[in-house]
T-cell receptor, first 119, second 112 residues
Framework: NAGVMQNPRHLVRRRGQEARLRCSPM?????VYWYRQLPEEGLKFMVY????????ESGMPKERFSAEFPKEGPSILRIQQVVRGDSAAYFC?????????????????FGPGTRLTVT | KQEVTQIPAALSVPEGENLVLNCSFT??????LQWFRQDPGKGLTSLLL?????REQTSGRLNASLDKSSGRSTLYIAASQPGDSATYLC???????????FGEGTQLTVNP
């Protein structure tokens, strides 16, 4: 069973260009989370999506950033008009679902990340 | 707002030592907690998940405990090895589907 896949692993963009980061969750997982790790900082939550729905986007910058998780295909994190401050590692995680009956939870599994460099 | 603190920020030990990493959090409604390791330039590997009905979890040389009332978790690593060198992150959260809030991590170096 393949783990969470992210591509590209490294992405270089010039200021003003668009960046598209892709995340394919583990098989059977319908929940996707995006996190960002700025240089010398901790991981910060950005957005939580289920198929065709954004559940929590409270960690997303208000402008230039968007995310989607279509019915078919990977989840996409899109950054428009990138700036140097967007340079970071972007991690995607997936989980099977919400708490299941009888107790217990589904843990999040992380992908290898996409390292975005804006020049 | 949830705040997570990990102590120490960095730790360097000789091979074979037993060590303890600490994690504290402010949200008293936390039910679950995950410990991860992150190798330089890599993603996160889940080490242990402590669910609300548990007080501790063990996996090999690792043992993690969770005290929700005091807002603390500890990760105990027995007989440390150079391969344990990595950054260790704790992430408490309420339920599945909740965001993980991470601490800054403890950077561990185990010297041969």
């Amino acid at each position: 069973n393949a783990g969470v896949m992210q591509n590209p692993r490294h992405l270089v963009r010039r200021r003003g260009q668009e960046a598209r980061l892709r995340c394919s969750p583990m098989k059977g997982h319908s929940h996707v989370y995006w996190y960002r790790q700025l240089p010398e900082e901790g991981l910060k939550f950005m957005v939580y999506l289920q198929k065709e729905n954004i559940i929590d986007e409270s960690g997303m910058p208000k402008e230039r950033f968007s995310a989607e998780f279509p019915k078919e295909g990977p989840s996409i994190l899109r950054i428009q008009q990138v700036v140097r401050g967007d340079s970071a590692a972007y991690f995607c995680a997936s989980s099977r679902g919400t708490d299941f009956i009888g107790g217990g939870i589904y843990e999040q599994y992380f992908g290898p990340g996409t390292r975005l460099t804006v020049t | 707002k949830q705040e997570v603190t990990q102590i120490p920020a960095a730790l360097s030990v000789p091979e074979g030592e037993n060590l303890v990493l600490n994690c504290s959090f402010t949200d008293s409604a936390i039910y679950n907690l995950q410990w991860f390791r992150q190798d330089p330039g890599k993603g996160l590997t889940s080490l242990l998940l402590i669910q609300s009905s548990q007080r501790e979890q063990t996996s090999g040389r690792l043992n993690a405990s969770l005290d929700k009332s005091s807002g603390r978790s500890t990760l105990y690593i027995a007989a440390s090895q150079p391969g344990d060198s990595a950054t260790y992150l704790c992430a408490p959260y309420r339920t599945s589907g909740s965001r993980l809030t991470f601490g800054e991590g403890t950077q561990l170096t185990v010297n041969p």
